[in-house]
C-alpha cells in the first residue's frame, strides 16, 4: 500500500527554469493538497483540490500552479523557478477534505540556484 | 499567517522521561490535529482532538485542549529515542475555509 507518493524526492534547478512536481495517491481521497515548508515556518498550504475537477488556491500560490488531472493524480509546477522558492514540497490527500487528517508524501526538496 | 504556535521550539529530554509540548491558536477551531516528522520524510497524524473534547488519549500520547485559553498540550510519555522528531499542531478553523493550518513545530531529541 504505497499511500502518497511524490517524484522526484530532490531537484536543482535554476533561476528561470521551470519544472512539474508529481503526487499520486492510491486511497481513493476526495481532496489534495500541496505544502512547502520553510525552517522555522511550518507548513503552508499552496494551492488544494477538493475534488476531482477543482483548484483553489492556499496560502501562498504566487509563482506556482496546478493540474488535478484526475483522482489520484495532482500535479504542481514552476513555470520559471526562482530561489525564493527554495523549499520542501510536500503533497497531501485526504478523504473528504474539511479538517479531516491528512496523509503525506515523502516529499521534494528543491533547491533553486 | 500560522494559527498554531508550538512552545517550545526544541526540547531536549532522557530516554524514559516524559515530554510536554504546547500549542496556542488564534481563531475558534473545528479541530485540532497533532503530527510527526522524522527528519527528511513527511508528516505523520498523530491525533485529532475536537473543540467539544477536554482530553484524548492514543497509547503513550495524551493530548488536552483548552478552548477558553486557544491551548493544546501533547505529552509523550516514558519518551524513547525513536521519539525523536518535530512535533506540529494543525487547526481546522472556519476562518481558515476549514483547511489545516500548521504551526511551526516543536523539535524533540531523546537522548538514550
Known amino acids: 500500500n504505497a499511500g502518497v507518493t511524490q517524484t522526484p524526492k530532490f531537484q536543482v534547478l535554476k533561476t528561470g527554469q521551470s519544472m512539474t512536481l508529481q503526487c499520486a495517491q492510491d486511497m481513493n481521497h476526495n481532496s489534495m493538497y500541496w505544502y512547502r515548508q520553510d525552517p522555522g515556518m511550518g507548513l503552508r498550504l499552496i494551492y488544494y483540490?477538493?475534488?476531482?475537477?477543482?483548484?483553489d488556491k492556499g496560502e501562498v500560490p504566487n509563482g506556482y500552479n496546478v493540474s488535478r488531472l484526475n483522482k489520484r493524480e495532482f500535479s504542481l509546477r514552476l513555470e520559471s523557478a526562482a530561489p525564493s522558492q527554495t523549499s520542501v514540497y510536500f503533497c497531501?490527500?485526504?478523504?473528504?477534505?474539511?479538517?479531516?487528517?491528512?496523509?503525506f508524501g515523502s516529499g521534494t526538496q528543491l533547491s533553486v540556484l | 499567517s500560522q494559527q498554531g504556535e508550538e512552545d517550545p521550539q526544541a526540547l531536549s529530554i532522557q530516554e524514559g522521561e516524559n515530554a510536554t509540548m504546547n500549542c496556542s491558536y488564534k481563531?475558534?477551531?473545528?479541530?485540532l490535529q497533532w503530527y510527526r516528522q522524522n527528519s527528511g520524510r513527511g508528516l505523520v497524524h498523530l491525533i485529532l482532538i475536537r473543540s467539544n473534547e477536554r482530553e484524548k488519549h492514543s497509547g503513550r500520547l495524551r493530548v488536552t485542549l483548552d478552548t477558553s485559553k486557544k491551548s493544546s498540550s501533547l505529552l509523550i510519555t516514558a519518551s524513547r529515542a525513536a521519539d525523536t522528531a518535530s512535533y506540529f499542531c494543525a487547526t481546522d478553523a472556519k476562518a481558515a475555509g476549514n483547511k489545516l493550518t500548521f504551526g511551526g513545530g516543536t523539535r524533540v531529541l531523546v537522548k538514550p
Open positions: 481563531t475558534s477551531i473545528n479541530n
Open positions: 497531501a490527500s485526504s478523504f473528504q477534505g474539511n479538517g479531516e487528517k491528512l496523509f
Open positions: 483540490s477538493a475534488s476531482e475537477g477543482t483548484t
